[in-house]
């Protein structure tokens, strides 16, 4: 357990030493908030009530997903992982006494803690100083939306380590994940919030798991779920998380037989 | 009339400035890489550029291409000056790095090189021969068709080389070309240097951490330490510049007490062998160790090249 | 890369997706609203077609100067400067792809049935500018690619701050500027002429009045603005260009 808190702690410090590059995400972040921000205003100008979402719910949902946008790397960038994987320095990793996927979730973990203090905040402070944002007031509101915010770092994190080790069994990942990396944001709620689709749509795109690593935890952000809804929606997040999960594990065991019997 | 040289440079001298500190007190601070350095290189000859780590050679290296500008002095390479005519020059000179390659990654050699000829516009015909001429002395046919980066050192080396000469460069620079090459390719390198020197008289200037690549190759040193010239001149010459002794090692039947023989001085011992420091003329050290000791071996070292420059820069540090 | 096929199809496939996804966003929107800043869904999918593919092809043409920085870090950019060639011709080469095509073709379409569909008062004077205006609103996406990268001359890191403004740019000039209000319009005309990639030439094709005050002679400006950015885009360039030279990095 020392090892994977070592591990975390390593992760937050590699990624608190780049900061010209946080420094550039966070504007990033806030200069396409805005663009959103500004078509959503827009829109809701000339309807304001959608699908349960007004003006300013829509720019709070812009302000909430930028910011959820580098915790969770759901455009990416992919896990280092996938480039061992193809490199084949994988196999040190294998016969290391630690599980590659606890190994590498505490490392994400360090990185998603410090990009959520030094990222995440400032990109909705500043949409928060230019725009009317909409800030929770209940406490059990804000406990909701941390856990919902963890379980979709845990859900981006699971998604990242089996894309990455896909490369066991696929000859070349790259084009497959940047699609995907591409596509998934697209159902998520980062393009458009869901409730701007069509309803068929919608709801399609809400049961997959990258809507419930933006769509949900800005919902509960927003307030939009009442006690029994809620509960259930983090249960789906936990499933997903879970599921995941698992699978990667599975994964892990599988390509480390690969290695030993293979040869990598 | 003198031919024009293949590089002159007078006084030249290169300072950075470095702003270090916190975001609202920076200080600056004028490091000076280079000064004062003069030198010539005739058209035709091998030269090493030497020096210790940090000596100031590559930023030296990057002037001459052109990349870096100079901050004093002047520099004529093929009687250009390297930071105004940077296109003109990169047309007549050829550029080998040791520790990173001037071709792409994923294309094959072939492509490469065709590449390359496009990119110094070399027509069509004279590539053809040129590139047969480059595959035969470089040994290249085995693996034209194989993207480089799954090359060997050796073979990347090789490929590289073929990149600089395909437009029969003037002036030859090479850094570190035989850095990591086993004894057999860097041989062959070696070789086809030589070669290319003797048939072209191309000028090749070479920096190199491999001493035997200077003894094999070059008749002239150029030795830079500490941003300034230190020695110009040939290998011999180096020699006696920093004359260093000759040792003799004795590999005795079993571990003895340091010896005490007439014109040596005990170095170390490590086991049964004895490296023994040769003040005086070798044969009665060699002829009274014989005669009072146990001996299972013995050889007399002569001072290379490393043990010069070794001592060159302890000197002067 | 060439090696792999099928990963080169699928990246393909995945920049048209990018232009295809955002094309039903802008759809999704004016589903709802029907008129944004008096411009419909056809009017707007003008603008989208034209910022597009003005932004696919520079994207094709310039793009990859944007990893200046990387090649300055890892050594290549001096690679470059031993060639006796435009190290800025090197880098926008470097791993060209025809996949980058992927971005063009669906902004080509859209654009092409917004042009048939959007209620044009075709004049000949009106077809034959329509190269003009795509050959300008791509010089402009060149050069604010180019200045972008000119940041990273200085600054090895500012990629993705140089990123916020193309790509940031590309977002705003997908959708018609009057949306985003008058201050952003003036800012995208003067300040950074975006405005002169899809806005303005949107304005002229329609033969609409500009709804946020600027005087209607702007838009026979855009090659004008284009060959200004260009200017400027060469001249940061070489100032940076200089700038590296004489600091060694």
């Known amino acids: ?264 | 009339m003198p031919a024009t040289p293949a590089i002159h440079a007078q006084d030249l001298g290169r300072d950075f400035t470095l702003t270090t500190g916190p975001l609202l007190r920076r200080t600056r601070r004028t490091i000076t890489a280079v000064h004062g350095l003069d030198f010539t290189v005739a058209p035709g000859e091998i030269v090493a550029y030497l020096g210790p780590n940090g000596a100031g050679k590559s930023t030296t290296m990057k002037m001459l291409t052109g990349i870096l500008t100079p901050t004093r002095g002047h520099l004529h390479v093929l009687g250009m000056r390297p930071a105004r005519r940077r296109t003109a020059l990169a047309a007549r000179i050829g550029v080998v790095f040791g520790q990173r390659t001037t071709l792409w990654w994923d294309l094959p050699l072939r492509d490469s090189l065709a590449l390359t000829r496009h990119l110094y516009r070399v027509p069509a015909a004279t590539h053809t021969a040129r590139l047969d001429e480059l595959t035969h002395a470089l040994d290249l046919a085995g693996f034209l068709h194989t993207p480089v980066r799954q090359l060997s050192l050796g073979q990347r080396m090789r490929g590289d080389l073929a990149a600089a000469l395909l437009h029969d460069p003037d002036l030859l620079v090479l850094d570190e070309p035989t850095i990591g090459l086993d004894i057999v390719s860097k041989t062959a390198i070696r070789e086809f240097l030589l070669n290319l020197n003797a048939r072209r008289n191309t000028t090749i200037l070479l920096t190199t951490h491999d001493l035997s690549d200077v003894e094999r190759l070059c008749r002239r040193v150029i030795l830079i330490d500490h941003g300034t010239l230190a020695y110009d001149g040939d290998l011999d010459g180096l020699h006696a510049l920093a004359p260093a002794p000759r040792t003799l090692i004795v590999d005795l039947q079993a571990p003895a007490d340091p010896l005490d023989l007439p014109g040596t001085r005990h170095l170390r011992s490590q086991g049964p062998r004895q490296w023994l420091e040769l003040t005086g003329a070798p044969a009665p050290a060699i002829a009274a160790a014989a005669a009072h000791h146990p001996i299972a071996d013995l050889t007399l070292h002569e001072p290379g090249i490393e043990d010069v420059l070794a001592r060159l820069y302890r000197g002067r540090s | 890369m060439a090696q792999y096929p099928l990963s080169l199809a699928l990246l393909g496939l995945a920049q048209s997706l990018s232009v295809i996804v955002e094309l039903i966003a802008v759809l999704v929107v004016f589903g709802h609203a029907h008129t944004l800043a008096g411009f419909t869904a056809r009017e707007a999918l003008l603008v989208y077609g034209l910022a597009g593919t003005a932004f696919g092809l520079a994207d094709l043409l310039i793009g990859q100067v944007e990893r200046l920085g990387d090649h300055i870090r890892t050594g290549t950019f001096d690679t470059m400067l031993i060639r006796p060639a435009s190290p800025l011709v090197q880098l926008a080469a470097d791993e060209f792809s025809p996949r980058r095509l992927g971005k063009v073709i669906p902004a080509l379409a859209c654009l092409t049935w917004a042009l048939a569909t959007a209620g044009i008062d075709w004049t000949l004077q009106r077809a034959l500018t329509v190269p003009l205006l795509l050959a300008s609103g791509a010089a402009i996406c060149c050069a604010t690619w180019i200045l972008g990268a000119c940041l990273q001359f200085f600054i090895t890191e500012a990629r993705q701050a140089a990123n916020s403004i193309t790509y940031g740019g590309k977002a705003l000039t997908e959708y018609p500027l009057a949306v985003f209000g008058t201050d952003t319009a003036r800012w995208a005309t003067f300040a950074l002429p975006l405005a002169f990639v899809s806005w303005q030439p949107a304005l002229y094709l329609l033969d609409r009045p500009d709804p946020t005050g600027l005087p209607d002679q702007l838009r026979h400006t855009a090659p004008a603005a284009a060959l200004l950015l260009c200017a400027l885009a060469a001249l940061a360039w070489r100032t940076g260009l200089r700038h590296y030279r004489s600091t060694g990095s």
């Open chain 1, 1 to 264: 357990m020392r090892l994977y808190r070592a591990v975390f702690a390593n992760g937050l410090r590699r990624y608190s030493t780049y900061r010209a590059a946080t420094a550039a995400g966070l504007l990033t972040n806030t200069v396409f908030g805005l663009i959103n921000a500004g078509v959503l205003l827009a829109l809701f100008h000339a309807r304001p009530h959608i699908n349960g979402y007004d003006a300013t719910d829509a720019i709070t949902h812009v302000f909430v997903t930028q910011a959820l946008l580098a915790p969770t790397a759901i455009m990416g960038p992919p896990l280092d992982l996938g480039e061992r994987v193809r490199t084949g320095d994988i196999a040190t990793d294998l016969m290391r006494p630690a599980h590659p996927l606890a190994w590498w979730l505490a490392d994400d973990l360090g990185r998603a803690a410090f990009q959520l203090a030094f990222r995440s905040a400032p990109t909705f402070a500043a949409g928060a100083l230019l725009l009317p944002l909409d800030l929770p007031t209940d406490p059990a509101r804000w406990a909701a939306f941390t856990t919902a915010t963890a379980l979709a770092v845990l859900i981006g994190f699971a998604l990242r380590y089996l894309f990455a080790l896909a490369g066991f069994w696929l000859l070349d990942t790259r084009g497959l994940t940047s699609l995907l990396f591409l596509l998934g944001p697209a159902f998520s709620g980062v393009l458009l919030p869901l409730v701007l689709f069509p309803d068929p749509l919608a709801a399609t795109m809400r049961t997959l798991p990258w809507a419930h690593m933006i769509q949900f935890p800005v919902e509960v952000f927003l307030g939009k779920h009442a006690p029994p809804d809620l509960t259930a929606g983090l249960a789906r997040q936990a499933a997903w998380a879970a599921a995941l999960l698992a699978l990667g594990a599975l994964a892990t065991s599988r390509a480390a037989r690969k290695v030993v019997v293979q040869g990598g």
